[in-house]
Structures are given as structure tokens and as C-alpha cells.
């Protein structure tokens, strides 16, 4: 990509990323099961350029919205005082912020897919806390990874609708967006599953 901007502990495309264990085929057909097409694929382009500009307020809702839930803001929190970690929310918040970049424009190809794994394993037990060196709890549970896709995915609706887009097109860059998403944390639970149950 064209952005030179060196973010901490992104480590997107670095060969320490470990590989994604999915078939290419496996992978299809999970795209396949939540209807992502080649329309989608243009739809996310489209909605990455209409939120590149929106990065910050985007992370500004969505921050807002897990700092006012104490059960959230827990997970960033240092694990014996209970205390948020600032420079851990911030350090995360640039990543988070490439994040949206990386899923509207990225190629979904293997590269793609392995720092898929890297972010679920960063969210499980395996290496949440690693790549910030911070002393927070150990572990995000699952059940909260599948309910987050209705915030990161509701309140993206109105910033896909401040470019001045056809409330068609508006509609089509939401789904795509949806479905992008949800495809991501079916990736991210991989490491949540038991041997055989993935
Ligand atoms: C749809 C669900 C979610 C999305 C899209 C999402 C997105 C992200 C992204 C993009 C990162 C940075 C990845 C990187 O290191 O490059 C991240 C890390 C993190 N997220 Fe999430 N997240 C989700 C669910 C959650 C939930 C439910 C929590 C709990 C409140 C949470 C807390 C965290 C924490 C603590 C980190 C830092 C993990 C570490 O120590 O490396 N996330 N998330």
C-alpha cells in the first residue's frame, strides 16, 4: 500500500506472521457462505473510499461506545488494578484504524488471511497482551467477538452515507461491508476452536 506510516506491532505482511491454518478452497467456500461476490469486492473499494476520510471519528464512535461499557473496557484494562491502559486503547486504535483500510482494500489472499489468524490469535489467550507488552487480561471470549459485529457493523452506516452516495449504492456498501466483517471473525475464531471443531 502507499501509506509509508510505520504503526507499532502491525505486522501485517511480515514473514513472523504465522501462516492461516485454511484451505484455499476452505476459504472459498466460507466467502461463498456469506454471499461475498465480485460485486462485493467493488462495493468495499467503494465504501474505503468514502471512510478513509472518517477514520478517526469512526474510532471515536466506536472508542466512546467501549469506554462507556465497563464490561468492555475491561479487556483493555491492566489485570490487577482494573485500570484502562491508555498507551495500550491507543496503540491498538492504530491498528484498529488500518484495520478498516486493510478490509476495504486489501486483496483477501493468503497474506490477508494469515494476519486473519494473527488478529484472532491476538484476541484469545494465545498472544493477547504480546504484541504491546502490557499486563491486561488474558483473554477476549468468543461470545463477545460474535456480538461485536452488530456494533462495528450498525454504525457504519451512517459514515458510508456522508459522501453523498445513491442510498443504493449507500445499501451496497453497507452489505459488503457486513459481510466483510462477519467473514472476519468466522476467521478470528479459528483459534477459539477445539482440534477438529474449526
Ligand atoms: C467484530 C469484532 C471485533 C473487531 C472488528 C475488532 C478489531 C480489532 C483490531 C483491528 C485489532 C488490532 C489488530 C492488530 O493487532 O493488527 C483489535 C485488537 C484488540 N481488540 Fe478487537 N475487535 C473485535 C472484537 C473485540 C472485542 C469483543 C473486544 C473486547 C472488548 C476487543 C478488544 C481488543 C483488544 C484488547 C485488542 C488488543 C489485543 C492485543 O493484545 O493484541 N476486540 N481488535
Same mark, same amino acid.
Given at each position: ?21 485454511? /484451505?484455499?478452497? @476452505? ?5 461463498? /457462505?456469506?454471499?461475498? =461476490? ?11 473510499? *468514502?471512510?478513509?476520510?472518517? *477514520? @478517526? ?7 466512546? #461506545? ?14 490487577? /488494578? ?18 478498516? %483500510? @486493510? ?5 483477501? @489472499? ?8 494473527? %488478529? ?13 507488552? *502490557? ?16 456494533? %462495528? /457493523? ?5 459514515? $458510508?452515507?456522508?459522501?453523498?452516495? =445513491?442510498?443504493?449504492? *449507500? ?5 459488503? #461491508?457486513?459481510?466483510?466483517?462477519? $467473514? ?15
Amino acid at each position: 500500500m502507499a501509506q509509508a506510516e510505520v504503526i507499532p506491532g502491525y505486522d501485517y505482511g511480515k514473514p513472523i506472521v504465522p501462516r492461516a491454518p485454511i /484451505t484455499d478452497e @476452505d476459504f472459498k467456500l466460507l466467502k461463498k /457462505t456469506v454471499m461475498f =461476490s465480485e460485486e462485493d469486492e467493488k462495493y468495499l473499494r467503494m465504501a474505503g473510499d *468514502v471512510l478513509k476520510e472518517q *477514520v @478517526d471519528d469512526i474510532l471515536n464512535l466506536w472508542y466512546g #461506545w467501549v469506554g462507556s461499557n465497563p464490561h468492555l473496557v475491561y479487556y483493555f484494562a491492566d489485570k490487577n /488494578t482494573g485500570s484502562p491502559l491508555a498507551p495500550y486503547l491507543e496503540a491498538v486504535r492504530r491498528r484498529f484504524g488500518r484495520w478498516i %483500510i @486493510d478490509l476495504c482494500f486489501r486483496k483477501f @489472499d493468503r497474506e490477508w488471511l494469515d494476519y486473519q489468524f494473527e %488478529i484472532g490469535l491476538r484476541h484469545h489467550r494465545s498472544k493477547k497482551n504480546r504484541t504491546d507488552k *502490557v499486563n491486561s487480561v488474558e483473554h477476549i471470549p468468543l461470545r463477545y467477538m460474535v456480538a461485536f459485529i452488530y456494533p %462495528i /457493523t450498525a454504525t457504519i452506516k451512517p459514515f $458510508l452515507a456522508k459522501k453523498g452516495h =445513491s442510498q443504493e449504492e *449507500v445499501e451496497k456498501m453497507f452489505n459488503a #461491508w457486513f459481510k466483510a466483517v462477519v $467473514l472476519s471473525v468466522a476467521l478470528w475464531s479459528m483459534p477459539y476452536a477445539k482440534e477438529g471443531d474449526y
